[in-house]
């Protein structure tokens, strides 16, 4: 119609009478291809199934060093039908049922301004074929660095203590040590060894979850990104994979939002250039 109107009346009368600026009428819809984005979206989900839209534009960015906006990003993964993550049940490994001392929360309010101030430890299990298999981890807060792991057939005290060595052997000493109530970590021996390295001890209350978030999330990216998209054949096999994904893609591959879109390894090297002297780790 306007344009049969445009044949009588000249474009500028129309545009005055109808309230719109003359580039209105000549403008034409530019669509737009996808399909190369629409490739490096999917190679992205491949590769990372749990990120988001938003992680997923940084990581574009990142790897092809595209200009892309975060929204179209979106607006394409929901045409893709990319699938959404689910919930999983969970196997108990918290047994808060002891005669050991509680310790206070200490980091519920606390803001975390640089790396070794909280350490945060849990614990979560790996279904084998024919057994359950357990891994303790216990990561720096501020810098989201894994600072020790083991992986272990038992639920026992050699679990995190193992874990705790390995954490302290790097020569790093955290201010405070976070974690739930379980018995693996209210026993004497690590409350003893935390002591002996100067760590305060702090404790989640039983049954809040949400004031040890930090581990929790961790534990959930190590499920969602590595162990639910596993078939371990064995104990061997796992400590393999795992210390692979622990060790290698989790510290310098993966990014997090947290950081500035970097990785922990990144992150906590870019810190100690600005603030002091690289911690030397022999």
Not at 146 to 164: H, V
Not at 261 to 280: I, S, V
Request: aromatic share 10%; proline share 4%.
């Amino acid at each position: 119609m306007i344009q049969e109107l445009a044949e009588a009346y000249s474009v500028s009368l129309l545009c005055q009478v109808l309230e719109c600026p003359r580039s209105t009428f000549y403008y034409r819809t530019q669509l737009r291809d996808d399909s190369r984005l629409e490739d490096a979206i999917k190679e992205v989900a491949g590769a990372w199934p749990t990120y988001g839209y938003r992680r997923i534009t940084a990581q574009i960015r990142r790897d092809r060093k595209w200009t892309v906006n975060s929204k179209r990003v979106r607006r394409i993964m929901r045409l893709m039908r990319l699938p959404r993550r689910s919930k999983r049940r969970r196997r108990r490994t918290t047994n808060s049922d002891h005669p050991f001392p509680r310790y206070p929360n200490l980091v519920q309010d606390l803001v975390v301004t640089h790396p070794e101030q909280v350490w945060v430890a849990d614990i979560t299990y790996i279904r084998l074929r024919s057994e359950f298999v357990y891994l303790a981890v216990i990561m720096d807060v501020f810098t989201r660095c894994i600072r020790g792991w083991y992986l272990a057939r038992n639920l026992d005290q050699e679990l995190t203590l193992t874990s705790l060595k390995r954490a302290l052997a790097s020569g790093r000493q955290p201010q405070i040590h976070h974690s739930d109530q379980g018995i693996q970590y209210a026993a004497t021996a690590y409350i003893e060894m935390l002591r002996a390295a100067g760590a305060e001890v702090s404790m989640a209350e039983i049954g809040e979850a949400w004031q040890n978030g930090y581990a929790e999330r961790l534990i959930r990216t190590i499920k969602e990104e590595e162990i639910d998209l596993s078939d371990y054949e064995c104990y061997t096999d796992v400590v393999s994979q795992l210390g692979r994904f622990l060790n290698d893609v989790y510290m310098h591959k993966r990014i997090h939002s947290s950081l500035g879109y970097l990785t922990p390894a990144e992150f906590e090297e870019q810190w100690r250039r600005g603030h002091e002297q690289p911690l030397d780790v022999k």
